[in-house]
């Protein structure tokens, strides 16, 4: 998931250290796809339910959740699931230390009363945090956290209450949640390696929004922003990109990442999307290399053979007289040039 794939969430700090306030960003992307997403997900914060993005990697999940949080309008709490988090990472702890008073009464000059009291402090954590502010929570890849630790949520969810074991002896063992608080998860499929299997309990308190692959249209916005490329360079890319996604063989599907990675690197270079061009088929097994490329006929490479195949499908051949007039073996100098300049 890259926060390039839809936009460029920027942040100001808030006066909270544990919360930013997104703003919206000059390149992000706004087409019917997009729009009609994020108009559903508004509707459900609106209504006050949780919003869950799920979707492959790449599908533009994180970077979703930051333009929406940004329409919301309220400072964002961000927290990134992480298998070794325990409840207290969430919500927070008393082990933070120790806060020590002491009183000494000389009413009488002639006795002397001391009272000492050591009590330990409590520090909240990001979760606590945001349901004390009434921020946006952001849980990205929440379901890389175990279940347990992310049970603490459900109460949260469902009752509006947050339950603090470690402040029962000070008589506030739970918090009420701010009525502007709003959270918004993410995650990757369970298949994927370091994810957990969501607990129903907390699936069934939120809304789910499965994310797949933009259309082709937003694909192309999204590159020809990101990498300055005109919209028919960003075209040969992006179907590239769309048929090497299709090819069953392919174990690791290539994402819009590796569509944007190739545009900026082409538009470094002043190059083309051209089959027969030395420089961009190299550029394309670089990037789109998988596991699959591992795989030989002949003592060859079958991805090579596949990724060849598609570029020649879909992009014109090298010959084609380039924009600027150059041709394919400038285009390579130019290259080697910026290389060594670097």
Request: net charge negative; aromatic share 6%; hydrophobic share 35%.
């Amino acid at each position: 998931m890259t926060v390039e794939s839809l936009s460029q969430a920027q942040a100001v700090d808030s006066s909270d250290n544990d919360s930013v306030l997104p703003e919206a960003s000059d390149t992000f992307v706004t087409t019917p796809y997009v729009e009609e997403v994020t108009g559903r997900a508004l509707a459900y914060l609106r209504a006050g339910y949780p919003v869950h993005l799920a979707g492959p990697s790449g599908t533009g999940k994180t970077t979703m959740a930051f333009h929406l949080a940004a329409l919301w309008g309220r400072p964002v709490t961000l927290i990134h699931g992480n298998d070794e988090f325990s409840v207290s990472d969430l919500i927070g702890t008393n082990d933070a230390g120790y806060r020590r008073s002491k009183v000494v009464d000389n009413f009488i000059h002639s006795v002397v009363r001391t009272e000492e009291e050591m009590r330990q402090m409590w520090v909240d954590n990001r979760l606590t945090t945001a349901c004390r502010n009434g921020d946006t929570l952001i849980y990205d890849e929440f379901n890389r956290s175990r279940p347990e630790a992310n049970n603490v949520l459900l109460s949260v969810m469902s009752e509006g209450i947050l339950n603090l074991p470690g402040l029962r002896t000070a008589g506030e063992g739970y918090l009420d949640v701010g009525g502007d608080f709003r959270a918004i998860f993410t995650s990757n499929p369970e298949e994927y390696a370091g994810t957990h299997k969501t607990q129903d309990a907390l699936a069934d308190r939120m809304i789910t929004i499965r994310l797949d692959p933009p259309d082709r249209d937003t694909e192309i916005k999204i590159v020809k922003s990101k990498s300055g490329l005109d919209e028919i360079e960003a075209g040969h890319i992006v179907d590239i990109i769309r048929e090497l996604r299709g090819t069953g063989e392919n174990k690791t599907r290539p994402t819009l990442r590796a569509g944007i990675a190739m545009g900026k690197i082409l538009s470094t270079v002043s190059g083309q999307a051209r089959f027969g061009d030395r420089l961009f088929h190299h550029i394309c097994y670089d990037i789109l290399s998988t596991e699959s490329a591992k795989v030989l006929h002949d003592g060859q490479s079958v991805f090579r053979q596949w990724v060849d195949d598609v570029i020649k499908q879909v992009c014109p051949p090298s010959g084609v007289q380039p924009a600027d007039g150059s041709d394919s073996s400038k285009v390579l100098e130019k290259a080697q040039s910026f290389w060594h300049q670097s």
